[in-house]
């Protein structure tokens, strides 16, 4: 059973916006930074966002900056990317995940299954 469920993924033109959720479990959210990270197909896996399990601390890629917002909803259990000025480049699988926090992959221990973000031009 999933311990980080991600929605909101789908097809737009440049320009518009989306707002991704991660639905967690208690366990993966609590004391948990959540992140998100994206991979393009034939690229791999990169950085996108984290918040601390405060929520106040955001550390964004450069990337992304200015366009996106990451956040969480304690009561929720919920973190959300809303992501706006969209460009083909940002096209990817989206993940969304929890654990100590940071830029790099191995500083997370639960994972979603992904979700598609299309950008078209």
């Known amino acids: 059973q999933g311990q980080l469920v991600e929605s909101g993924g789908g097809l737009v033109q440049a320009g518009d916006s989306l707002r991704l959720s991660c639905a967690a479990s208690?366990?993966?959210?609590?004391?948990?930074?959540l992140g998100w990270f994206r991979q393009a197909p034939g690229k791999e896996r990169e950085f996108v966002a984290f918040?601390?399990?405060?929520?106040?601390?955001?550390h964004y890629a450069d990337s992304v900056k200015g366009r996106f917002t990451i956040s969480r909803d304690s009561a929720k259990k919920t973190g959300h990317l809303q992501m706006n000025s969209l460009k083909p480049d940002d096209t990817a699988v989206y993940y969304c995940?929890?654990?100590?926090?940071?830029?790099?992959?191995?500083?997370?221990?639960?994972w979603g299954q992904g979700t598609q973000v299309t950008v078209s031009s």
């Open positions: 995940a929890a654990g100590p926090g940071g830029t790099w992959q191995q500083g997370y221990n639960y």
């Open positions: 208690e366990r993966a959210f609590r004391s948990s930074a």
């Open positions: 918040i601390t399990s405060s929520g106040e601390i955001t």
